[in-house]
């Protein structure tokens, strides 16, 4: 009998012990609706929703729980992509416009609408082959700066981690169709160390190298790799650290053309520099690192994304004819 | 020769007193004044600390006075200390906060290891010239108040692979921070 009341015990114990931590636990769903992206996170715990806040930038939306949680995933609809960072949850919805909320109760959730932004029908196909007739053979590569635990630079409402990674993701999917292939080179937000980063580059063949990065200065910076006086030598030749140098001169001009191609597309100046990066040093391949101004200067929305992939995409036309 | 004896000491005493006392070599009353300024300068038990800061693109340079130590990397100490808590420095945003010197270590190959706390890492959120600028400012701190060939840093006395993301740290920082930067100014929009 004594073994049966303990039994009891303690499966009551662990009962109290289940449902204690699921009432922390967050679930999500979504759902379409002409032009509007339901999701919906859901939870036992009433405090979780009550004190959460909101806040939106350009494609990311940041929850903050303001208290440890447990996320337990859901259905999300392919648009949408979520990550867990401390007590927050970190959303990139692609193409959003703006966003509305609410709390509801019974059970305690918060729903966000998502509006998204009609997508503009492309030019017409015969003038788009012409223009990027060039650019056909070649393999574009696209690195999100940082990511995981390296977050660069913060801001109150974005992290350079996500917002690059949502960047350089709409950057690929529109440049794409006008090249052979555009790459990124982090897909998800984890930290990869240089080394990663370059064993993965050179896994793959590519023409050229785009590392996107945010400043908090108020212009974009466009760097190319500085090579130390030796690197001409025959000995660097042999260094795959310095395999920049014999693309230095091409790396030159697709930072001058993606200059020229920004200033006149998003009226923002632009600063040149070399400096030693060691990313850029060791790709064989034309390499370009651009600091984008962080979101208060300037918004990342559906057009300013348009105007930066016009923009690599010309000054890649502005390459390629040379 | 008792009296040949207290003679020639006599003849000693005035010798020494020409050339040790009396003779004035033609100095004149200014040289003694400059001679005893230097002097001062001996007594004076402070010694002068330099603190290369970074500020935007910039490295600027402050000095202070620190207690005299003939101890080079004890000087050094000082200087990094007084970088990482920016007490007397004029615009510290390009230093992130709450970093400490865990410790300096001086290896046989002449490179000084600068050992400090994750915060250089956590609290750092510059771009990559801020990140250049910063590791300059370190190994120029050190470099002129001390002769060390190579400084290398630690967080937490180990080595990290980069302090922002863009440089690394795996390596001493002379090959990166000495090389020119080449700038080409603002190309103004419109």
Known sequence: ?322 | MFIIAPILLLCSAAVAYYFFIWRDDGETLSQHIVSRKEQEKVVDNSTQIHIYYPEDSELKKITIKSKQTFDAIKSTEVALTELFSGKNIPNRSSIPADVKLLGLYYGVDKILYVDVSSELKKNFQGDATAELMLLKSIFETVINNMEAEDVKVLIDSAEAESLGGHFYLRYPLRRTVTQEIVTDGLHKAG
Not at chain 1, 154 to 163: C, D, V
Not at chain 1, 272 to 292: G, H, R, W
Not at chain 1, 295 to 313: H, M
């Open chain 1, 1 to 322: 009998m004594a073994k049966i009341n303990c039994l009891i015990i303690i499966l009551l114990i662990a009962l109290i012990d289940v449902s204690l931590a699921d009432d922390s636990s967050i679930v999500v769903r979504s759902s379409e609706q002409s032009g509007m992206i339901r999701i919906v996170f859901e939870t036992e715990n009433e405090s979780l929703i009550s004190q959460a806040s909101v806040f939106e930038s350009y494609s990311l939306v940041k929850i903050d729980f303001n208290e440890p949680f447990n996320y337990k995933g859901g259905a999300l609809l392919e648009p949408v992509k979520i990550y867990k960072k401390e007590d927050s949850l970190f959303m990139n919805i692609r193409n959003l416009q703006k966003i509305k909320f609410v709390r509801l109760s019974s059970p305690p959730r918060l729903v966000i609408d998502a509006y998204l932004a009609e997508q503009k029908s492309p030019p017409p196909v015969n003038t788009v082959q012409a223009e990027t007739k060039e650019l056909r053979h070649l393999v574009v590569m696209f690195d999100a700066g940082h990511g995981g635990a390296d977050m660069g630079v913060r801001g109150e409402q974005f992290k350079e981690s996500l917002l690059t990674l949502s960047i350089t993701s709409d950057l690929a999917k529109q440049i794409a169709p006008k090249v052979q292939k555009a790459v990124l080179l982090r897909k998800e937000d984890v930290q990869q160390s240089i080394e990663q980063k370059l064993t993965d580059v050179g896994n793959t063949r590519i023409d050229a190298f785009f590392s996107i990065h945010l400043t908090r200065q108020k212009h974009f910076n466009i760097y190319i790799s500085k090579m130390p006086a030796y690197a001409s030598s025959k000995v660097a030749k042999y260094n795959t650290t310095l395999a920049q140098s014999a693309y230095i001169e091409r790396s030159r001009a697709l930072a001058n053309s993606v200059g020229q191609a920004i200033t006149n597309g998003t009226k923002l100046n632009v600063v040149y520099a070399e400096i030693p990066l060691p990313l850029l040093s060791a790709i064989k391949a034309p390499a370009v690192m651009l600091e984008l101004p962080e979101p208060q200067t300037l918004s990342y929305n559906a057009e300013t994304i348009d105007t930066l992939a016009a923009s690599i995409i010309k000054a890649l036309m502005d390459y390629a004819k040379r």
